[in-house]
C-alpha cells in the first residue's frame, strides 16, 4: 500500500482551479470590466448617488434574475415572468380599491393569485410534458390580455385608481418601495430584497437538499426520478419562487407608484433570462448560481444608467446589451472549458 | 435617348435620395451656431417614447435647433416603462444637469423623481403629457397639447363636415391620452363615434382591423386614427373593403401632406412636436438666464391645428426637412 494511489476524489484543488469552476466568475469578471470602463468614461458615474441609482436599477432586475436563475437550473424557461409582475400588482390594487380593503388584504390576495399563476404553470408543465418555452408562452399571452381586459372591465380606464390614500398604504410603502438614508444618499428597500433573495437562494442551492434536487432536475430529470427525486413537485416549486419574485416585484411597483399601468412588463421576462445567462446559467440546465445572475443584474445596472452618465445616445443600449450578452457567454464557455481541460 | 439610356444604366436619379438630403442639411447646418453667449449648460430630456418613433424624433429635432441657438449640451434618453422611465430622470438628477424637460405620461411614476429634482434645484419644464399635474409637480410650464381639447376639434370639425357615423381607431391599448383624444371627439361630434383597438406594432393587423370594422358596418362615413402611419393603413383598407369614407388622421408626416394635398384624407389634426422640444428647450434657457417663465401657471398649448388641403403644399417641405 502506497501513499501515492489516493484516490482522486480526495485529491485538492487548488483555490485557483476551485475559483476558475465557479459559473459566475465571468459574471464577476464582465461587472468590474463595466465598472472600471463607466468609472472612466463618465465623470458622474462614482458619485454616491449615481452609483444608489444604478443599485436600484439592478435590483428590481435581480429580484427576477434570482428565480429564474434557479428556474434555468432546473432547466425550465418562464416567458410569462415580466407580465406577472404586473399581473400581480394589478390583483393587489385593484382589490384593495375595489373591495375598500386594507391594502394589506390586497397585498396578501395578491400572493395568493400570483403563486397560483406560478402552481398552473408549473402543473401545466409537469402534466402536459409540453416544453416550458410553449407552456409559458400561452401563460404569457393570456396574461396580457388579463392585465388589459379585467383591468379595463374593472377600473374603466386601462391603469388603476390610486390607493395613495387607503389604509395600511404607508406600512406597505414602508417595506416594499421606502428610502433609507446612509450618509445622506438614499438607497432603495428593493437592493435589501434583492440581496436576501441572493442569499437564501445561494443558502438552498449549495446548502440543502432541494438545491440537489434542482441541479439534478435540471442535469438530467429522467435519471433524478429513477433515484428518487421528487421531479414535478421540484419542477412547480421553481415555478412558484419566479411567482414569488413578480410578487415582491409588483409590489414593489404599486407601492412606488400607487397606480399601475395594465400594459406594462411586456419584454422584461426576457432581460431576466439574460441576466442569469450571463450570470453563468446554462440554457439546458443543470449549472449555474444565484450570486451570478446578481452580477448579471449589476452588469444591467450599470450599462443602462452608464450610458446616461456618460452622455450617450440612448438608441444604441441594447446593441450593447446584446453584445455583452455574447461576450458574457463566451466567456463562461471558454473559462469552463479550461477549467474542465485542467482537471 | 442615349444620355437617358446612360444615366439609366449607371443607376443615377438626379432627384430626391440621400444626395438630396445631405444637400438640404449642409445647407441647415451651415447656419449652426450658438447665437448666445451664455455659458454652455446642459439640459436633458426624457420621455415615454418607444423605440424609434418618428413623432419623438421631430420633437428631439425642434430640442436641438434650440440647444444649438442657445449653447446648450443637449441630451435625450427614453423608455416606454414607467419605472424606467422614472430612472432616468433619476439618472440625470444624479448627473447634475442644468434643466430637465420631462413628460409626465404615466404622472404617478413620475411624482417622486420629480419631488427629487426640486429637491436638487433643478428647474424641470413638462412636455407633451401631464397637462394636469405639471404644476403640481413643481414644474415650470407645461407645452403640449391637452389631448381632449384635441379631441374636442376633431368632433367639430366632423360635424362641420357633415359626417355621420365615424370610427375612431386607438392603436395603442392603455394609453390614457388615445383614450381622451376619442372621448373628446365624441363629445362634440353630432353624429355616432365608435371606438376600434387595434395592435399599432403590427400594421397588417391594423389595416385588418379596419377592414373588417368598414366591412361589417357600411355606413361609418369618416375614419379617424390616432398617428400618422396608420391613416396610410386606414386608406388601404378603406380600399380593400370598398368603403367610401373619409380618412382623417392626429399627426403629420409627410405622407399625410401628400395625401391631404390628393385629397386622400380630409383633415390632419397637428399638434406641432418641434415646438414642443423647441420650446421647451428655449424656456429652460430663459428661466436659467432671465428667470422667465411661460404660462402662468398654465399650460402653454401647441395643438390643435386643424390642417387641411389648402396648408398641405406649404407644409410639404417642412415635413421632407423633419420639422413638422
Known sequence: ?343 | MAAVLGATITGCSSTGGKRAEDARKASAEAQGKAAVNTPRWTFAMVTHSGDGDSFWDIVQSGARQAAVKDNINFLYAHDDQAQQQAQLVQSYIDKKVDGLIVTLAKPDAMKGVMANAKKAGIPVITVNSGSAESKEFGALSHIGQDEEIAGEAVGEELTKRGRKKALCVLHEQGNVGHEQRCAGAKKTFKGDLQNLYVDGTNMPDVQAGIGAKLQADSAIDTVITLGAPFADAAVKAKKDAGSEAEVDTFDLNEDVARGLQAKTYGFAVDQQPYLQGYEAVDLLWLYRYNANVLGGGRPVLTGPQIITEKDAGALLEYTQRGTR
Not at chain 1, 117 to 128: H, Q, S, V
Not at chain 1, 173 to 185: H, Y
Not at chain 1, 194 to 219: H, M, S
Open chain 1, 1 to 343: 500500500m502506497s501513499t501515492a494511489t489516493v484516490d482522486e476524489r480526495l485529491l485538492r484543488t487548488s483555490v485557483w482551479k476551485k475559483l476558475l469552476s465557479r459559473p459566475e466568475l465571468g459574471a464577476v469578471m464582465g461587472a468590474v470590466a463595466v465598472f472600471v470602463f463607466f468609472s472612466f468614461a463618465a465623470d458622474s458615474f462614482l458619485r454616491m448617488s449615481s452609483l444608489s441609482t444604478v443599485l436600484y436599477a439592478a435590483s428590481t432586475l435581480g429580484i427576477m434574475a434570482v428565480p429564474v436563475a434557479l428556474l434555468m437550473i432546473g432547466g425550465e424557461f418562464d416567458l410569462s415572468a415580466g407580465v406577472l409582475v404586473t399581473s400581480s400588482a394589478l390583483a393587489s390594487s385593484m382589490f384593495s380599491y375595489q373591495m375598500t380593503a386594507n391594502v394589506w388584504v390586497g397585498v396578501f390576495v395578491s400572493l395568493l393569485v400570483t403563486l397560483g399563476i406560478g402552481i398552473f404553470n408549473g402543473f401545466m408543465l409537469t402534466r402536459t410534458q409540453l416544453p416550458s418555452f410553449i407552456v409559458t408562452l400561452g401563460t404569457f399571452l393570456m396574461l396580457t390580455g388579463l392585465n388589459l381586459g379585467l383591468t379595463k372591465l374593472i377600473s374603466g380606464t386601462v391603469q388603476t385608481k390610486s390607493i395613495a390614500d387607503m389604509e395600511g398604504f404607508s406600512s406597505a410603502q414602508t417595506v416594499f418601495a421606502s428610502e433609507i438614508s446612509i450618509g445622506g444618499v438614499n438607497f432603495k428597500i428593493t437592493i435589501l430584497w434583492w440581496l436576501a433573495l441572493v442569499a437564501l437562494a445561494t443558502w438552498i442551492l449549495l446548502r440543502t437538499r432541494w438545491g440537489n434536487w434542482i441541479f439534478a432536475v435540471g442535469g438530467n430529470g429522467d435519471a433524478a426520478r429513477a433515484v428518487g427525486v421528487p421531479v414535478t413537485k421540484t419542477r412547480i416549486g421553481l415555478y412558484m419562487a419566479v411567482a414569488f419574485g413578480a410578487w415582491i416585484s409588483g409590489q414593489h411597483l404599486l407601492f412606488s407608484f400607487a397606480r399601475v399601468q395594465s400594459g406594462e412588463g411586456v419584454g422584461n421576462e426576457l432581460i431576466y433570462i439574460v441576466a442569469a445567462v450571463i450570470g453563468g446559467c446554462l440554457i439546458t440546465g443543470g449549472y449555474g448560481s444565484a450570486i451570478g445572475s446578481a452580477f448579471g443584474a449589476l452588469i444591467f445596472g450599470m450599462v443602462s444608467k452608464g450610458i446616461v452618465f456618460a452622455e450617450w445616445n440612448a438608441d444604441w443600449y441594447k446593441f450593447f446589451l446584446g453584445a455583452m450578452l455574447l461576450l458574457a457567454t463566451l466567456l463562461n464557455h471558454w473559462v469552463r472549458k479550461r477549467a474542465e481541460a485542467t482537471k
